[in-house]
């Protein structure tokens, strides 16, 4: 079987400051990692590339078995729309939308008719302990909720990889930690590869694997007991 994500010598500037010079990482299906490493030292820019968020200078990029930094950026977006879930540092949901909204959002954009859409939404509001806040606002939700209604964005069109940056870094730690059950469970249950950038050793301690970004190369991650 073919990795679920890999890169090989990915290299990108932004201007003249090197974010990854020469990055290789291979990631399994199903497979949780947790992306770790100093702040500046490139973890974002690997998980935007494998992401195909961004395009790298050099190097390949392949996702799902296909090799993703030469298709188009039409393809590309139609690749994220269909198999990927991305969940933010800030939930960075739609204020104007209600919780439920947002969460039907992927499936809306996909083609999916409204009602059907709301219907597989509010699903996830029970799964993620978030009875009775379907109609809410994004204002008028605490951070942990929304970061749980991100999640529920993220896992509703069932991807098949879950691309999540810090996901935690807003939350105080137990609210964290509730977010990171949150989204492993569910991950396992729908065998989603989860991509986790993070600089906390307790978040990357719920990740199958870490691996380390330092200067723009990934290294052997560090030897934790
Ligand atoms: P990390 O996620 O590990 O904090 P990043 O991937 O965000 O690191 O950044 C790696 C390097 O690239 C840093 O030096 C950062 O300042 C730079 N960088 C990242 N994004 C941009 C951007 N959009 N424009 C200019 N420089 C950027």
């Not at 069932?158 to 996901?167: H, I, L, N, R």
Request: charged letters at 25%; hydrophobic letters at 45%.
């Amino acid at each position: 079987m073919s990795p679920a994500l890999e890169a090989r010598g990915v290299a990108l500037s932004f201007g003249e400051t090197p974010a990854l010079r020469g990055a290789d990482v291979t990631i399994d299906t199903g497979e949780i990692v947790a992306v770790m490493g100093p702040s500046g030292s490139g973890k974002s820019t690997l998980l935007h590339c494998l992401a195909g968020i961004l395009t790298p200078d050099a190097g390949e990029v392949h996702a799902l078995g296909r090799r993703i930094d030469e298709l188009s950026e039409a393809d590309r977006s139609e690749l994220r729309r269909d198999k990927f879930g991305f969940v933010f540092q800030f939930g960075q949901l739609v204020p104007e939308l209600t919780a439920e909204e947002n969460v039907a959002l992927p499936l809306l954009l996909a083609g999916v008719r409204r009602d059907p859409a709301l219907a597989r939404a509010r699903a996830w509001f029970e799964r993620l302990g978030l009875d009775g806040l379907g109609k809410r606002r994004s204002g008028e939700l605490s951070g942990g909720q929304a970061q749980r209604v991100a999640l529920a964005r993220a896992l509703v069109g069932e991807p098949a990889v879950v691309f999540a940056d810090e996901p935690t870094g807003a939350l105080d730690s137990l609210t964290g930690e509730q977010v990171m059950d949150l989204l492993v469970d569910a991950a396992r249950r729908q065998g989603t590869t989860v991509v986790l950038v993070t600089h906390e050793a307790r978040i990357a301690a719920y990740a199958d694997r870490e691996v380390m970004v330092r200067d723009g190369r990934v290294t052997t991650p560090a030897v934790t007991s």
